[in-house]
T-cell receptor, first 110, second 114 residues
Framework: GQQVMQIPQYQHVQEGEDFTTYCNSSTTLSNIQWYKQRPGGHPVFLIQLVKSGEVKKQKRLTFQFGEAKKNSSLHITATQTTDVGTYFCAGPSGGFKTIFGAGTRLFVKA | ETGVTQTPRHLVMGMTNKKSLKCEQHLGHNAMYWYKQSAKKPLELMFVYSLEERVENNSVPSRFSPECPNSSHLFLHLHTLQPEDSALYLC?????????????FGEGSWLTVV
């Protein structure tokens, strides 16, 4: 069946360093979404990408959708302690399903 | 603030107990979901309801029984659970049930089965 893989599983950074998480789907996606879950919290929608090669920015966060619409990345410039949490990518999986990646957990050391 | 509210936030139950999780969405959405989140499987879809009709049952054991009386409310009835069912149960909603819709999660119900 369809799979969405995310790497890395964990990332420890020093505050101020950059961070990138990658998402790869086994099939072409019509769109891809990114969510953030703070420790002890619930996933919160960040953004949706629809077009091939699309790049969107939210302040220090840059989201990219691959040309083949099978991969995506989230890059955070100059991480802050408020960036800690788990970042999930997600995409449609046929019918009524949305499939989530396993997430990348970001730790930021002050 | 979330437009999806879940109660209770924490629940401890014995393996022979019957309990229910409740979810209400205030967003006017047509689809509601139950997800299970644990260390083994971070976000695992359990059930999808679209316009109050169950449209997905992701091979969930019968000890979990969902109920959707209307498009704003969703329940998860729990009966004879196992310790491995301990997890965070997340209710969610989306404008429609189509895969790839933006999903709005509630804060979750932490379930411990003893």
């Amino acid at each position: 069946g369809q799979q969405v893989m995310q790497i890395p599983q964990y990332q420890h950074v020093q505050e101020g360093e950059d961070f990138t998480t990658y998402c790869n789907s086994s099939t072409t996606l019509s769109n891809i979404q990114w969510y953030k879950q703070r420790p002890g919290g619930h996933p919160v929608f960040l953004i949706q990408l629809v077009k091939s090669g699309e790049v969107k920015k939210q302040k220090r966060l840059t989201f990219q959708f691959g040309e083949a619409k099978k991969n995506s990345s989230l890059h955070i410039t100059a991480t802050q302690t408020t960036d800690v949490g788990t970042y999930f990518c997600a995409g449609p999986s046929g019918g009524f399903k949305t499939i989530f990646g396993a997430g990348t957990r970001l730790f930021v050391k002050a | 603030e979330t437009g999806v509210t879940q109660t209770p936030r924490h629940l401890v139950m014995g393996m022979t107990n019957k309990k229910s999780l409740k979810c209400e969405q205030h967003l006017g959405h047509n689809a509601m979901y139950w997800y299970k989140q644990s260390a083994k499987k971070p976000l695992e879809l359990m059930f999808v309801y679209s316009l109050e009709e169950r449209v997905e049952n992701n091979s969930v054991p019968s000890r979990f029984s969902p109920e959707c009386p209307n498009s704003s409310h969703l329940f998860l009835h729990l009966h004879t659970l196992q310790p491995e069912d301990s997890a965070l149960y997340l209710c969610a909603s989306s404008p429609s049930g189509s895969g790839g819709n933006t999903i709005y999660f509630g804060e979750g119900s932490w379930l411990t089965v003893v």
